[in-house]
Nanobody
């Protein structure tokens, strides 16, 4: 069983930056696609960014493209989400997710991810 632990959330002013980290415990995630999702109050969970198992492909939601960057460091068994130019509408609980397999493309469908973290709160004040 893979357990994912997110960290790095917090309160930041609009225009600021945060870096989220996700560190799976129990095993390496080298052969997993990794994704970040978020859920704002009263809204459905949505895809934010994803990175293929090799790190060769990334994909972003239009709402964060150009502001967020996903990356992975397999040596540290950690995936990151660098968030810049944060906006109040980025406020949400952010979740890390892992999908088994070596598919080259990034998967954006929530139902295709196998493991989820508990989430970390990101609050952007105006």
């Amino acid at each position: 069983q893979v357990q994912l632990v997110e960290s790095g959330g917090g309160l930041v002013q609009a225009g600021g930056s945060l870096r989220l980290s996700c560190a799976p415990s129990g095993r390496t995630f080298r052969r997993y696609t990794m994704g970040w999702f978020r859920q704002a109050p009263g809204k459905e969970r949505e895809f934010v960014a994803g990175i293929s198992w090799s790190g060769g492909n990334t994909y972003y939601a239009d709402s964060v493209k150009g502001r967020f960057t996903i990356s992975r460091d397999d040596a540290k068994n950690t995936v990151y989400l660098q968030m810049n130019s944060l906006k109040p509408e980025d406020t949400a609980v952010y979740y890390c997710a892992a999908r088994r397999g070596t598919l080259a493309a990034v998967v954006t469908n929530i139902s295709e991810y196998d493991y989820w973290g508990q989430g970390t709160q990101v609050t952007v004040s105006s």
